[in-house]
């Protein structure tokens, strides 16, 4: 990941707790979670077990506030996971 001079957001489901390489090389280059909760959005039967979708800002960003949403239905739950961090 290169150096940018413009504030940049990566968004996503990266299938990557925060220890795996893809998350620990963005952040390793600079970029920091918005979510200082670490959010559990990767699910297994509607049961949220660990955090695998990222919210990552680069030094440019002051993040004041943050959280997750999560639609929710009774009786149906997401393929594997929720909703981004976003708000």
Known sequence: VGES???TVIVGDLNSPPSWSPVRILRESGFR???QRGALTYQVGG????CMDHFL????????AGKLIRPVTPGV??????????D
């Open 5 to 7: 001079k413009l504030p």
């Open 33 to 35: 979670s918005a979510d």
């Open 47 to 50: 049961k949220a077990i660990r």
């Open 57 to 64: 800002v680069s030094s440019s960003w002051d993040v004041l």
């Open 77 to 86: 739950h997401p393929s594997d996971d929720s909703s981004p961090p976003l």
